[in-house]
């Protein structure tokens, strides 16, 4: 496994600033935006596709430096009922993919996006209970009216370009834990898999551990995230985990994003490492950062400080359990 960082932590510096800081860092490994929720500061792939020079220099960067890029992410809603952003997102990931296929990134990360409740919807609609019994309709109809068929097209199309799409769980998504994944990957190919971030399953009291090893009984875990959730018990007690205030109210939320190490501590991020190598993954453990309560560069240098202390302790061999 290599470490590395999703760049968009360091939108605000040319790629070459950034990829400067990764390497000041002793990482090996870099995931670039192209577009969707993250943006594309440092990377837009309808420009390196139609300018030949540009996209030399965008490698150069890279080779000159001795990093990997460990995977394009186009982080969208390709099911939005709102044709003008899901025909952008979607345009977008098309574009990543044959990005990745020119310059040879085998993965690329995306959500699996959500559709609305009816084909009149002008928003996503997220169903998360079994009753009333319309629930249950809508979300068979978003499955196979919406869903499937996109990703199985979407499938196909990134398997033509030996490309492997990375689909990142997430609340809010009709792909938000191992089921939903694994029922897309069934349902429409097994160029899809899954893009694992702790974080997301932290909050609806999951043990990414249980979900790294089956994840890796279907040979589905295409790439990872390194980021935390702090629980706040009291008001989890008081209010359960479904928290729809703003991040920014960090005081009053259930939970809340946290840089490597101060949701769960360096034991939890320890274990995390070793069931990825029991499973076999071979990839980048790539650094994410939304912590409100810390600067980039902070919380940027913290998880590098956590993540390289498990990572140093799985390669002479020791194991950790919780």
């Not at 992410?73 to 296929?101: R, W, Y």
């Not at 996503?124 to 629930?135: C, L």
């Amino acid at each position: 496994m290599k470490l590395g960082v999703f760049a968009v932590l360091f939108g605000d510096k040319s790629l070459e600033e950034a990829l400067d800081q990764v390497k000041d860092a002793g990482l090996e490994a870099v995931e670039i935006g192209t577009g969707g929720y993250p943006g594309n500061a440092h990377c837009n792939p309808a420009e390196l596709l139609a300018d030949e020079a540009k996209l030399a220099a965008f490698q150069q960067a890279f080779t000159e430096r001795n990093i990997e890029i460990s995977a394009l992410s186009c982080h969208g809603n390709p099911l939005h009922p709102n044709q003008n952003i899901s025909g952008q997102h979607h345009q977008q990931f098309e574009e990543t993919v044959l990005l990745a296929e020119k310059i040879g990134v085998d993965t690329v990360v995306t959500f699996s996006g959500c559709p609305g409740e009816s084909e009149y919807s002008q928003y996503p609609v997220w169903v998360t209970a079994a009753w009333p019994e319309d629930h249950p309709e809508v979300l068979e109809w978003q499955w196979q009216e919406k869903v499937i068929p996109y990703w199985k097209e979407q499938n196909d199309f990134a398997a033509q370009h030996n490309v492997r799409i990375a689909i990142e769980p997430h609340p809010g998504f009709v792909v938000y834990n191992n089921e939903t994944a694994l029922k897309l990957r069934d349902a429409c190919g097994e160029n899809i898999g899954v893009n694992f971030d702790p974080s997301h399953l932290y909050w609806q009291q999951m043990d990414p551990v249980a979900n790294i090893k089956e994840l890796g009984e279907h040979d589905a875990l295409f790439h990872f995230h390194a980021k935390d959730t702090a629980i706040d018990p009291q008001n989890t007690a008081a209010n359960g985990v479904l928290d729809t205030k703003p991040y920014s109210d960090e005081l009053n939320r259930s939970w809340i994003f946290r840089t490597v190490g101060y949701g769960h501590g360096e034991e939890e991020w320890k274990r995390i490492i070793s069931a990825l190598q029991l499973v076999g993954y071979q990839g980048a453990v790539s650094i994410e950062h939304e912590d409100s309560l810390m600067s980039v560069e902070e919380g940027f240098q913290k998880a590098v400080a956590v993540l390289k202390k498990a990572l140093i302790k799985e390669k002479v061999g020791e194991m950790w359990w919780a």
